[in-house]
């Protein structure tokens, strides 16, 4: 039987150069880029950046104003007029102009975000937020105050979703929860084995979890499964045949398909799937972006990556795919940090966001593009992670705003 993942020091470096940084093996071809069925700008809109990484952004649904919020390793908010607030951690911005709207007071990572009713709920590895006690998970009203919500998960959060009958939460604990929206009570919990959980997705009236996982409730099911929001019950017809780690090799933990990051798709029915890992030499890929159908897990279209596929997103009738890099630019033909593919056949587009630079991330994760939100209304994508310029620009570190026609 395959170990089961424990997060020590170590584990996190592995895991930065495993799911988070996989290796490329040479079976990712070149090709030759094609015109976007959707065009994206191909310079980032003025809008505020940081001072570290973020690892999530995601809209405030629910808020007075249109509002973004961002989360992960930083101590201040560079707004587009020159001024720097002091925001820890976490931070709601004006999603139009970039201003902060609230600072947040975060004493340690926030790993993902998720809104409902203006109340945003942060998940990370943070025990402290705006001086309440609230270990690894909390709740900030629309006016600005933590809440009473404080389901205290076991282990780090990694990923966040939430509907109108709950919030659920996923990381390294082993375990998907169901909590209640007001005190974090939890309504209902089910078991994964052998890794961490890394994303949510709530779409066509299903939860879908993805990551490192083994199997959930029983079911044995290498990392995706397709979940009933109510009941927590796993759908067994759902299943998109990703290659399991080996349990044997260098990374025994982390040389097969490893779920990264979770959308739904352009085309209706269908889920877009970021997948990273440290495949062994040869044929296999582990660096991927797959489109699904969501019914039943069958796959629409593949591509191999030159990173991992660490944050997905629908914009228009084609996909983005943000990711690290492994490989120089050489012979694939990839931009720096992330790429376009049109929806109908998964074709790389031309598209080159031109965002490079490291900022080596304080717990040892990745650079490059990390988490992504696209606005359809607006028609602006979000891109946050932990680059540092633009077209070798600096103003634009850990978050660039791109719009589409």
Known sequence: MRRALRLTVEAVTVLACSLLGGALPGAVAA????KADTVLSSKPKAFSSTDGDILTVVPVRG???????????????????????????FAILDAKTGAVRFAGQVDSYV???????GVTYLGGDFTWVGGKYRPRAAAVSATGSV???NPRPPGRVRALAADKTGVYLAGDFNAVRKVSLSTGGTLWAKTTTAGLSRTLLL?????YVGGLFESYDGLVRHGLVKVAPGSGAVDAGFDAKLRADSGTGPYPDYDGEGVASLAAAPTKGNIVVGVGGHAPPGPLVSNEVFELKAATGGKVWRKGLIGDGQAVAAVGKTVVVGY????????????YFAAQFNDAKGSLTTWDPKLTGDQSNADGGNNGVQAMYANATAKRLFVAGAFTAWNGKAGYQSLAVFSWT
């Open 31 to 34: 090709t030759t880029p094609v």
């Open 63 to 89: 808020a007075s104003v249109a509002s973004i919020a961002i989360g992960g390793n930083f101590r201040h908010v560079r707004q587009p007029d020159g001024r720097s607030v002091a925001a820890r951690n």
């Open 111 to 117: 790993r993902s975000i998720t809104s409902r009713d």
């Open 147 to 149: 809440t009473a919500w």
């Open 203 to 207: 779409t066509g009236g299903s939860l």
């Open 324 to 335: 690290h890099r492994n490989l120089p630019n050489t012979t694939v033909p990839w931009p």
